[in-house]
């Protein structure tokens, strides 16, 4: 089920992230995720590792690390959220690095207690001057 996106076509991940980002996000107004979209697709997808898990055909959920170090993006359908596809999906790039970091908006308290849960321990906090909230950045490492 989980596989390395090997594919320069980005569109199935391009409407899973919109769909899952603008869901797990309800206090940023979605035109800002609609904008964001070209460098996403442009910019941050290409220069990612990523990781598919597909189900019947369908993706399902993905997960992209960006420089061997930062996880960029951690999405899951809606519709397949809590069945284990986030956490496997980060188990996944686990055993790919020994030291992983993201960011992640303090407001999603549902994520942060999933990445807190996952190993990841706030060591940081930003804030995004285009969204206008507070961040906390999260880093794991291999025991």
């Not at 206090?27 to 460098?39: M, V």
């Amino acid at each position: 089920m989980i596989r390395k996106w090997n594919n320069n076509r980005f569109d199935s991940l391009l409407e899973l992230w919109l769909e899952s980002t603008t869901y797990a996000h309800p206090f940023i107004a979605e035109q800002y995720w609609q904008e964001s979209l070209p460098i996403v697709r442009d910019t941050y997808l290409p220069a990612a590792e990523t990781w598919v898990w597909e189900e019947e055909q369908q993706l399902r959920g993905f997960v992209s690390v960006i420089q061997g170090r930062f996880v960029g993006a951690l999405f899951v359908a809606p519709e397949f959220l809590h069945l284990g596809i986030g956490t496997a999906l980060l188990n996944a790039v686990k055993q790919c690095f020994n030291d992983l970091s993201l960011e992640v908006y303090q407001k999603n308290c549902r994520a942060v207690n999933f990445y807190h849960a996952q190993g990841f321990r706030i060591e940081d906090s930003a804030w995004q001057e285009e969204t206008r909230h507070p961040t906390w950045i999260m880093r794991w490492q291999a025991d």
